[in-house]
């Protein structure tokens, strides 16, 4: 998939920040654009569509040059086979769900549908809405039709504008699943632009971090906010499904050198490599492996460095393991107990952790 | 009512009808690109399309017959090409009316398109659509009460036509004659019954076709929200 490239070399002034990104990606699956308001992580996105044009600059997508400032090169929005996402799904208010779909299929390229309208209908979970007007609509019922709508014109690139920022918890939780099947099942390389970890983490495999309009690194996901500094509360390391145990509702995880049984909150995730997030207060430390403990999970490890925590009681601990890094958020006091040292071997006992995408 | 007031009557309703569909085909890419632009030649343009409300009609009427005269370029240029003044006739009341009642036309279709939010356009363009596809396709129905509005504010307009009509256009029964200078002329000639029927006639279609457009509007309003 690595054909899949997006270059871009571009700058763009606005009132309140300078756009200056320049970056050559090779897009698999899903990228994060990720960045608190006003980083300028929309404006990227827009000048990718086509929506903005850059002051100078270039941007490139697998053969075609979109735009090219020195040479003149312009490729129109609707000629760049882009899908895009709206933050308000933007959907026609003149047409009713099923026409709003048609709209797209009857303008998508002849001949290399990669899926059929009843795929989509099915995967958006759309089905009961196709007769009904936009306006009668909730929030995540519009952005599932704009989801529908988008996949049905065959895009090559899938830009997604904070899909989920208007919608709340149980209807965010809807559309991820949706939205987590997007690579996989129909194979079109996603940008999310997104200000919210959460979202990052559980949609996104690559991720770009955006701070006032300059790149800040890009990586897979884990690695860029493992090593972003960015005070998160949480690592995520690789692991891998091996069993799930439908009786006591527990999954094995193989990660970080060790098999963790994890309790199965809400769906069960597939066997198969995942990624499991492990925050930093649900990790104590032990000088030597404990028995007769509830904490079912105990990882080997070194400690890597002891830093301030969130509050003046607490310290952060980074521990390595494996060569994967992750943190334990206990007390000064028990710091000193413990005479904790780095380099020095201890036991991290993982309370929880939750498997992600 | 007499044959003449009769054809005054159709001729009215054949210029308001003309002008409308001109100024409909005319007008509707000037308000787009009003509503859109960043030129720094949108001020001069707005105020030249919103001059015919301000300006007396005979004043525009006086330099459209300047404009109009077979010596004058273009209406040497308009003689030539249909072998008829633009004086006098009604190609030139057709143009005459266009330019009266073109912010008519165009400033309720600048609001209409202003009001518009990218949002439809832009997902159009990502949908593939050409920029005159979206228009076709989502500008037009979005704006469909602008639309209305404007042809019906357009026709009304220049059923009521006077100064300019008198100026370019004169008074030829059956070329250039509409109602309101028949009436004039019928208060000239003191026939009261012939005045007060053809302005009763005037009044109530005006009045018809503004309650249509109201009733529309709202109806509308209610549905959507």
């Given at each position: 998939m690595s054909d899949n490239r997006l270059?871009?070399?571009?700058?763009?002034g606005r009132r309140q920040f300078t756009l200056s990104v320049a970056a050559n990606w090779p897009l698999d699956g899903c990228t994060a654009v990720f960045g608190p308001s006003g980083s300028g992580k929309t404006t990227l996105l827009r000048t990718i569509a086509g929506f903005e044009r850059p002051d100078r600059g270039r941007i490139c997508y697998r053969d075609t040059t979109w735009c090219d400032t020195t040479a003149g090169t312009w490729v129109a929005p609707h000629r760049r086979g882009i899908g895009v996402v709206f933050q308000d799904a933007a959907l026609f208010e003149h047409l009713s769900v099923a026409g709003n779909l048609e709209f797209a299929s009857k303008r998508a390229p002849p001949g290399d549908a990669r899926y059929s309208t009843d795929d989509v209908i099915a995967a958006c979970d759309i089905t009961e809405l196709l007769q009904h007007q936009p306006a009668t609509l909730s929030g995540g019922e519009r952005q599932r039709v704009a989801l529908a709508r988008m996949l049905l014109s065959q895009p090559q690139l899938i830009l997604l504008d904070e899909?989920?920022?208007?919608?709340?918890?149980?209807?965010?939780?809807?559309?991820?699943?949706?939205?987590?099947?997007?690579p996989r099942d129909f194979g079109i390389p996603t940008i999310l632009v997104s200000?919210?970890?959460?979202?990052?983490?559980?949609?996104?495999?690559?991720?770009?971090?955006?701070?006032?309009?300059?790149?800040?690194?890009?990586?897979?996901?884990?690695?860029?906010?493992?090593?972003?500094?960015?005070?998160?509360?949480?690592?995520?390391?690789?692991?891998?499904?091996?069993s799930i145990d439908p009786d006591y509702s527990v999954a094995t995880v193989q990660a970080l050198g060790t098999t963790f049984t994890l309790p199965i909150d809400r769906d069960t995730p597939p066997i198969g490599q995942h990624r499991l997030r492990i925050r930093d207060r649900d990790v104590a430390i032990a000088l030597s492996a404990p028995t007769a403990l509830s904490i079912r999970n105990h990882v080997p490890c070194e400690v890597v460095s002891i830093s301030p925590g969130s509050s003046p009681a607490l310290v952060r601990v980074a521990l390595l393991a494996e060569n994967q890094g992750f943190g334990a958020s206990i007390t000064r006091a028990a710091v000193s107990d413990l005479q904790l040292q780095?380099?020095?071997?201890?036991?991290?006992?993982?309370?929880?952790?939750s498997i992600d995408g | 009512?007499?044959?003449p007031d009769i054809s005054a009557l159709l001729l009215t309703g054949w210029l308001a009808l003309v002008t409308t569909l001109v100024l409909l085909i005319v007008g509707t890419p000037l308000a787009w690109w009003l509503a859109r632009t960043s030129s720094r030649w949108r001020p001069a343009?707005?105020?030249?399309?919103?001059?015919p409300l301000v300006l007396p009609p005979t004043v525009l009427g006086f330099y459209l017959l300047l404009l109009f005269n077979p010596t004058a370029p273009i209406g040497a240029a308009w003689l030539w090409l249909s072998g008829d003044t633009l004086t006098f006739s009604f190609a030139g009341l057709v143009v005459a009316s266009c330019m009266y009642s073109l912010p008519f036309m165009v400033q309720p279709l600048t609001s209409a398109f202003t009001a518009l939010s990218r949002g439809p356009v832009e997902a159009a363009a990502s949908l593939r659509a050409t920029p005159l596809d979206t228009f076709f396709s989502v500008v037009v129905p979005l704006s469909k009460r602008g639309f209305l509005t404007a042809a019906v504010l357009t026709f009304a307009h220049t059923l009521g036509e006077f100064g300019v009509v008198l100026m370019v256009g004169g008074n030829l029964p059956e070329r250039t004659r509409v109602v309101s200078i028949a009436i004039y002329e019928h208060v000239e000639t003191l026939a009261y019954t012939e005045a007060h029927t053809l302005s009763l006639i005037l009044l109530l279609t005006s009045f018809v076709v503004l309650t249509v457009v109201y009733a529309s509007n709202r109806s509308q309003a209610v549905r959507v929200g």
């Amino acid at each position: 998939m690595s054909d899949n490239r997006l270059e871009i070399d571009i700058a763009l002034g606005r009132r309140q920040f300078t756009l200056s990104v320049a970056a050559n990606w090779p897009l698999d699956g899903c990228t994060a654009v990720f960045g608190p308001s006003g980083s300028g992580k929309t404006t990227l996105l827009r000048t990718i569509a086509g929506f903005e044009r850059p002051d100078r600059g270039r941007i490139c997508y697998r053969d075609t040059t979109w735009c090219d400032t020195t040479a003149g090169t312009w490729v129109a929005p609707h000629r760049r086979g882009i899908g895009v996402v709206f933050q308000d799904a933007a959907l026609f208010e003149h047409l009713s769900v099923a026409g709003n779909l048609e709209f797209a299929s009857k303008r998508a390229p002849p001949g290399d549908a990669r899926y059929s309208t009843d795929d989509v209908i099915a995967a958006c979970d759309i089905t009961e809405l196709l007769q009904h007007q936009p306006a009668t609509l909730s929030g995540g019922e519009r952005q599932r039709v704009a989801l529908a709508r988008m996949l049905l014109s065959q895009p090559q690139l899938i830009l997604l504008d904070e899909p989920l920022s208007a919608l709340d918890r149980d209807r965010r939780r809807a559309l991820i699943r949706v939205l987590r099947r997007l690579p996989r099942d129909f194979g079109i390389p996603t940008i999310l632009v997104s200000h919210d970890i959460d979202e990052v983490v559980e949609l996104a495999d690559y991720t770009l971090p955006l701070r006032e309009g300059r790149t800040d690194g890009f990586g897979k996901t884990t690695d860029v906010l493992n090593a972003s500094g960015h005070d998160v509360g949480f690592t995520l390391v690789d692991a891998a499904v091996r069993s799930i145990d439908p009786d006591y509702s527990v999954a094995t995880v193989q990660a970080l050198g060790t098999t963790f049984t994890l309790p199965i909150d809400r769906d069960t995730p597939p066997i198969g490599q995942h990624r499991l997030r492990i925050r930093d207060r649900d990790v104590a430390i032990a000088l030597s492996a404990p028995t007769a403990l509830s904490i079912r999970n105990h990882v080997p490890c070194e400690v890597v460095s002891i830093s301030p925590g969130s509050s003046p009681a607490l310290v952060r601990v980074a521990l390595l393991a494996e060569n994967q890094g992750f943190g334990a958020s206990i007390t000064r006091a028990a710091v000193s107990d413990l005479q904790l040292q780095i380099g020095q071997s201890v036991v991290a006992l993982v309370k929880s952790a939750s498997i992600d995408g | 009512m007499s044959g003449p007031d009769i054809s005054a009557l159709l001729l009215t309703g054949w210029l308001a009808l003309v002008t409308t569909l001109v100024l409909l085909i005319v007008g509707t890419p000037l308000a787009w690109w009003l509503a859109r632009t960043s030129s720094r030649w949108r001020p001069a343009i707005e105020a030249m399309v919103a001059l015919p409300l301000v300006l007396p009609p005979t004043v525009l009427g006086f330099y459209l017959l300047l404009l109009f005269n077979p010596t004058a370029p273009i209406g040497a240029a308009w003689l030539w090409l249909s072998g008829d003044t633009l004086t006098f006739s009604f190609a030139g009341l057709v143009v005459a009316s266009c330019m009266y009642s073109l912010p008519f036309m165009v400033q309720p279709l600048t609001s209409a398109f202003t009001a518009l939010s990218r949002g439809p356009v832009e997902a159009a363009a990502s949908l593939r659509a050409t920029p005159l596809d979206t228009f076709f396709s989502v500008v037009v129905p979005l704006s469909k009460r602008g639309f209305l509005t404007a042809a019906v504010l357009t026709f009304a307009h220049t059923l009521g036509e006077f100064g300019v009509v008198l100026m370019v256009g004169g008074n030829l029964p059956e070329r250039t004659r509409v109602v309101s200078i028949a009436i004039y002329e019928h208060v000239e000639t003191l026939a009261y019954t012939e005045a007060h029927t053809l302005s009763l006639i005037l009044l109530l279609t005006s009045f018809v076709v503004l309650t249509v457009v109201y009733a529309s509007n709202r109806s509308q309003a209610v549905r959507v929200g």
